[in-house]
């Protein structure tokens, strides 16, 4: 779980002659993630395609087009079924025709539509002046100009000008007909010249007889018939792709599969006579890789196991088969592949020479539980095929953060039930089936800590009825600590809080430490990871020492005391004193251990000495936890507060109002000392007399707060707890080791959905 899968770096060396029978049986095993080959052997080249390799590309392209014409997606499959040649030869050049030639049409009355929408927008001016546009045009002795501008500007143009003599301005809501006669000898444009000036917009005047309102009518009946035999077209279309969808997936699938095949030498390192494939597949699965092959093809090729990829770079990441010694020729080499005609492509020492040094990609080895945690990693990037993969990790902390700091069972259920429905709603996308899978176990922590708390919505009634009630016992196995009485539940879970910081921490560090160790050395290790892992516990064992017990919060002592909310019976380390230097104080073992990562972190990485602080802030960053946990609970306890009401014990002790409330006159009688008795609880003070106390208005817009107020903290609880459990693993705990940067594997074969060959 820690590691991907272990893969190992396959050859496969044959005669050209094999290659067709090589390449199908590869491709039906979906195994090999192909190693390109990189042109660096002398005598060797890149493969060329297939025969019909540019057909099945062509036809791919034409089946995705028509696709995307009829917008097919994989709901519309149908059941799988057999694509043959004919069916691509004739089926799809009658699918081809029949849908281009609606499509075509389709665009064709989209474009006048469009047209006619255009003539529309033009004529609105037109209908606002209220012309016949027939008495806008047409005239031998007048120029006429429609537009909109400032009427007294135009008209001081219009009379500045020297080739107009008269003219008239009729105006509309927004728009002016200008109407001006010239001067025998002036120029048809003489109006349009005359406007330039006056910051004139004009309009084309529409070649039309008759009142622009008929024209409006004429042009929106025109668009009625268009938009109706676009409707009949779309149809024809929709009627198309019920029919065509299920044929064109299933020929994209198929094509998609012959060019993967005929495109597959293009990879391949050939000469004249033979070709050279390699890539890397599982190294459990070798043996069924080989046995394949060998079925299929016998001795006419040569099957090697070259590489078994370990988990450390220091020069033994890789871990060759043995070839036979000496000579050119040795079985998986270039030389061999061609009669030994390259024996400069040999490696040194005869042993079997590789494509490119490439990485081998990783494959997230988790179970099915852990599995859509992967998703919460990929996030930030895949794991490089060397470094621990924390999915697991997540999978332990994430959803227990998040339920901790939510703890409700109402809550819980909720959040369990969306991520089912994600779950089992999404199968085919498989994003949000792993978001389904981690908010499912996110709810069921969520739900097992409410139990704990006692909560459900925020209200105490597991407490109740199932803890003091069912089981007789004072309170909750744990508390909230939001009211006076539980205050040191409050401050005992920020000690918790400090506590998984300092667990989720050492493990970063450890897993660093031991990468460091595997990919570098031991010296490495120390200096970039074990003195931090000395600095911080150094430095934490110090705080919760008697050393600092004078001067540190009590209650970092009395948390986990014999006597206290969390009682394992401890009480803080021991001091632990050496000396004591006068005018400093006490030298302890802890502050030395802490001292002592200081110098190694600063002998090994001086750079990052200057946050050595960072053992502190980092670690009391988790005491978000203990402050969201207190907000969660402050915000439903709000939320059932405006509801039910809230009165107070004599002892500080928060009950709501479910069964009714104390007398208000009563309790506001109330001398200094004084309790009225009520429902077991000697009651001093009513915080709120809650809505559902009041009358019918009161308690319908009760009824809405409690609702929107629920459903708000249902939602806040993904963005605040969610988000800050996210930062607390990606910012703090990734950072101390996690790389990422690793390669997706992604075998030289095709999972079938919508075809079959039986």
């Known amino acids: 779980m820690l590691r991907p899968e272990q893969m190992s770096k396959v050859s496969v060396t044959g005669s050209k002659a094999v290659m067709d029978e090589v390449i199908e049986t590869a491709h039906g095993l979906n195994l090999l993630h192909v190693t390109e080959y990189d042109g660096s052997w002398d005598g060797f080249e890149p493969g060329d395609p297939v025969e019909g390799a540019e057909e099945s590309s062509d036809r791919l392209v034409t089946v995705r087009s028509l696709e995307s014409i009829l917008d097919v997606d994989e709901e519309d499959a149908g059941p799988t079924r057999i694509v043959t040649e004919e069916a691509l030869d004739e089926e799809l050049e009658e699918i081809r025709t029949r849908v281009n030639e609606l499509d075509d049409r389709r665009q064709e009355l989209r474009q006048e539509i469009r047209d006619v929408e255009d003539q529309l927008d033009a004529i609105d001016p037109f209908v606002d002046l209220g012309i016949d546009l027939d008495l806008l045009s047409g005239y031998d002795t007048l120029q006429v100009a429609v537009g909109d501008g400032d009427r007294d500007t135009i008209e001081r143009a219009i009379i500045d000008a020297d080739d107009l003599r008269s003219h008239e301005i009729f105006t509309g809501d927004g728009v002016l007909g200008v109407f001006a006669r010239p001067t025998p000898d002036a120029d048809d444009s003489a109006l349009v010249d005359a406007l330039v000036s006056a910051d004139f917009s004009s309009y084309e005047i529409p070649d039309w007889e008759g009142t622009p309102s008929e024209y409006k009518k004429e042009l929106e009946h025109e668009k009625q018939q268009l938009e109706s035999k676009l409707s009949t077209v779309e149809n024809e279309l929709e009627a198309e792709k019920m029919d065509a969808a299920g044929f064109l997936l299933a020929a994209e699938e198929k094509l998609s599969i012959d060019v993967q095949k005929t495109e597959a030498p293009l990879s391949f390192a050939t000469t004249e006579n033979a070709f050279i494939a390699e890539g890397w597949i599982p190294s459990e699965r070798y043996t069924e890789f080989k046995g394949a092959i060998k079925d299929v093809v016998g001795e006419r090729a040569e099957i090697e196991e070259i590489e078994r990829a370990t988990f450390s770079k220091d020069g033994t990441d890789h871990v060759r088969e043995d070839v036979s010694a000496g000579g050119s020729g040795g079985a998986g080499s270039p030389a061999a ?376 903290v249902l939602a806040l609880g993904v963005t605040s707890a969610g988000l800050q459990a996210v930062r607390l693993e990606y910012v703090e705990f990734f950072n101390k080791f996690f790389d990422g940067g690793g390669r997706e594997y992604e075998p030289f074969g095709y999972e079938r959905r919508f075809t079959t060959e039986d």
């Open 337 to 712: 592949a061609d009669g030994g005609s390259n024996a400069d492509a040999r490696a040194d020492g005869g042993s079997p020479v590789v494509m490119a040094d490439d990485e081998p990609p990783t494959v997230q080895d988790n179970p099915g539980a852990v599995k859509p945690f992967e998703i919460l990693v990929q996030a930030v990037n895949r794991p490089s095929y060397y470094e621990f993969d924390p999915t697991i990790v997540l999978f332990l902390t994430f959803p227990a953060f998040f339920g901790f700091m939510i703890g409700d069972l109402g809550y819980g259920l909720i959040y369990t039930g969306i991520g089912y429905y994600l779950y089992t709603a999404f199968a085919d996308r498989p994003a949000f089936r792993s978001m389904g899978g981690v908010t499912i176990a996110a709810g069921v922590f969520t739900a097992i800590f409410g139990i704990l708390y006692g909560e459900i919505f925020g209200l105490h009634l597991i407490s109740t009825y199932f803890w003091e009630g069912a089981l007789g016992m004072a309170h909750p196995p744990i508390e909230k600590g939001l009211s006076p009485e539980g205050i040191d539940w409050a401050r005992g879970w920020l000690v918790v809080s400090v506590l998984i910081g300092i667990f989720h921490l050492n493990v970063a560090w450890i897993f660093g430490f031991l990468e460091d160790l595997e990919l570098h050395d031991l010296e490495h290790a120390i200096y970039e990871n074990g003195s931090w892992l000395l600095m911080m516990n150094g430095l934490w064992v110090w705080v919760f020492s008697d050393a600092l017990r004078s001067v540190a919060p009590e209650f970092l002592y009395t948390t986990f005391a014999s006597d206290g909310v969390l009682p394992l019976g401890f009480s803080g380390f021991p001091a632990m004193e050496i000396f004591t230097i006068p005018g400093v104080g006490p030298i302890t073992i802890p502050l030395v251990v802490f001292l002592i990562g200081l110098v190694l972190l600063a002998v090994g990485e001086p750079i990052e000495a200057v946050e050595f602080l960072n053992v502190l802030v980092n670690v009391l960053s988790y005491t978000r936890i203990a402050a969201v946990l207190l907000a969660k609970a402050g915000m439903a306890f709000t939320v059932n507060l405006l509801f039910f009401g809230v009165y107070v014990d004599s002892h500080g002790g928060w009950h709501f109002g479910l069964g009714g409330m104390p007398d208000a006159a009563a309790v506001a009688a109330l001398g200094p000392g004084e309790t009225l008795s009520y429902h077991g609880y000697e009651v001093t003070e009513i915080m709120f007399g809650g809505l559902v106390h009041g009358d019918a208005a009161t308690i319908l817009i009760g009824l809405l707060v409690l609702v929107l107020g629920h459903l708000l």
